[in-house]
Structure formats: C-alpha cells, structure tokens
C-alpha cells in the first residue's frame, strides 16, 4: 500500500526544493517518477483554511499523496522534516530526511554557504540519529569553479558525519570523509589563515586534549552562528572519529554571563562534552520535543498569501522575507537574481548615520496583469499597527530596487496579518487576515492581485 509524503518546515516550501527531494525519494526507493509542473495550494474544508498544503504535479506508485504542514523548532531547525507514511505527523514519528536548503554557495560568502548550517546536523543527531541527513544547494547563482579551503574542509566533515551532498558538482577525488583526528588537523593547519585581527580556527593536539581556537563572542554575547556551526561540527567528527579525550574551545572571547542554558551551542557542548577554557558551562538537557506544528507566527500569513497568488492567480513574488526563513534574492525583471545590500552607504552607517540602513518587506509580490508591484508587511493581528508604521519605511527599498527594475510599474504598499478570531478588517492598510480558524479576510482595499488569487482559490474548492 501506498502512503503519503509529508514536507515539515519552517520555510515557504519552493517547486524546485520539492521536486529535488521527489527525486531524492525515487532514486531511493528505486522507484520511477514523473514530475509536470509542480503546485502547492492550500487544502480548504467549506471555505475554512486547514492549515495544510497539497502538492500536485507529481506521480509514484509508492506515494499517495504529498502533504506540506508549517511546523516551529523548539531550536536550531534543519528546513525540512520528510515523513513517508500514512498518518499526519506526530513528534514521536521517524523522518525519513533531515534536510537543510541553503542558496548560498562559497562564491557568495564561504562562511554562510558551510559552517552556518552545520551545528542544525550535529543538533539533529541527538533527536532522529536514524534519519538521512541532507544539505540541499539549491543555488541561483553560478556555482564557484574552485572551491575554497573553507568550503572543501567544511564539506568533507559533513561527509564524515554521514551528511548527503545534494545540489552541487563535487570532486570525488577531493570530496571524501575523514579517515582520522590527525588528518583533520593537518588539513586545517595548511589553510590559508585568517585576516589579520581574526581569530583562527585552529586545532591543537596535546595528550588527553584537543585544544580548538575560536571567537564565539558576537553581538554581546554567544552568537557568532558560522563559528558555533564550525566548532560544533569539528567536535562532532572528532567524536565520530573516535576521539575520547578532552576538547577544550579557546580564544573564544565569552564571559561566564554569555553562557546561558537555553543557547544552542551550550546545549550542543553538553552533549559533546565541550569545555570553554576560563568558563564553567551549566548542565543542561535539550528540549523533550524537536519540533511542533506552528498555529502562531506572522508568516502563516504571508506564506499563504504568496503561495495562493502564485498558484490562482497572474502573479509572482519577486522577493522573500518571511520571518524566521532563509532571506531570498531581489528578482529583476530579466530573472537576474540581485542579493540585497544592508545599507544604502555603509561607510555612513559605521560612521553612526543609522538612517542608512534598507528597511525590506517580508514579500514583494508582482501583479503582472495590472503592472502593479506590492510591497508586504506580515504582522501577528495583534502587532497590526506597527506594520501599518513600517509601510512608510520602504521608500530606500522602492528607489534602489523596485523602481530600476521595473520602472513601468506602479508600486504599492499593504499589510498581511495573521491571528485572533476577527473576521472583519476595518483598517485600509491592511489587505488580507488569515485568522486563527482559518477564515481568509480580505481588506476594504485589498489589491487586485490579492482580490484574483482568493476568489479562484475558493471558486477551486466549491463543490
């Protein structure tokens, strides 16, 4: 018998991402597959949003059907969670993937494009240790020719925790799995160093300790996410490897008040058996539950809104920045993807001109009937007002983005909430509520775009 694939995630689920681990499943399962254009629209029940999205476009006699649920983690989330059953989901169920996506490649930033994820599969190991764990480049850029040291040396201790490469050309040659502790610190100790004021991360071997120099302090405090998923992950291999000893993390430039129990890397160094040289690291356990099933983020609303507008109506979204998932890249309107600077003068900002910065909506969606760009706030109801405040911040936005690439195009400006149980909208600013039941409420003043996708949603689910 059949049975259904479900996707978990905290991320907007994307064609291309699916299609891949449609793929992935098949060659797995040894199984054929057809794939036509792929859609993901929300499942109604008389009108009333359930929460969850169907995939279609897809064929294999061992699934069913294919189920998309946004879920929260409790910590650092792998993207997505993919059961192969009958049942929906529940915490006690076995994944059958662990699958980061990233768009970054080393070309872009060599830190973001491998250590940045690799603590999310050391954290993962303690909850499904039987799960296939996978990081997916799903990259829009050119892939780099050369890898970098960075990269080469991050990757292959992926590799060494059992981590599946998907996405990207590797070397075979190049790209093998540790065989030894030894191994790891001399490869390490032939890279490049780091610039000059940085610390580097060096690993050295003494009897009974490995010593591993590495700057953790950031933002005042224990934040410094590439270097937490480097360290996490060197001390994972090393533990793989077989070493028994101690490991001791220098240089890191923390206090004992930067060392708090619900940090992540604490609770990885914990199960690890990690040390911070000056500093007494508290006894704390992982959370009871890795997961839960998300009926409270802001971005229920807005990842509806842009999945139904992509699927029901003339309409796309140009970028992507729904809270708590990966940042996308601006779309120009040849396709080219442009990354999105932080400020419109930088040297003016470090210089203390805060005024500098891009404030960037969490969706900008593209009416390609009406000509009409929409940027998008996403608010819980309760905060509605604050996004309707920060509509009037997007003016640097428009002016570096919006308008160059598409200048024949009026731009406007609305809010997408999410909550409560209202089921009327009084304020014009906002365009669309998705309340907590699941009602889809459009504003007075809804766009067009908005107004198109809900009524052919609705008018797709009348029976």
Known sequence: MSKNL?????ERPKKEVISTIFQKFAKDNGVAVFIDPIRIFPILNKGIFTFTYEVTGFRCNKVDKVFVKTVSGKSSFTDF????????????????YAIEETKTDDKESRNTGVYQRCSKFVFIQNYYPKTKKIMLYNLQVEQKVKPTDTYIFGTRLLLTLGVEILGKKLDKKIF?????VDEIIDLKDNMRGAPKGNVPILL?????????SGRLFKSNGLSHDPN???????????RKLAWKDKIEITQHGLLQAHVGKTNKFVQIANKLDISLQGLKLPKVEMNSEYWKYDMDGEKLGTIFIHLVVENFANGRSIFENHAGCEKGYFFAKNGEPIPLAKYTDREKYKAGDKSQIINIPDLVLIDLSNKIIIDIEGKKYK?????????AGYDAFDKIYNKPNYPNYKITRTVVLYGRSEEKIVEIEVGFLLNENGKLILGVKAPKLFQEAITNLLDFWKK
């Open 6 to 10: 479900c996707f978990l995630t905290e």
């Open 81 to 96: 969670l993919i059961f192969y059953q009958e049942k929906e989901p529940t915490i006690k169920d076995t994944p059958i």
């Open 176 to 180: 093998v799995p540790f065989k030894s």
């Open 204 to 212: 050295k071997k003494s009897r009974g300790k490995i010593e591993i």
């Open 228 to 238: 937490i998923g480097a360290l996490s992950i060197i001390s994972a291999v090393l």
């Open 383 to 391: 905060f509605r007002n604050n996004g309707i405040k920060e509509l």
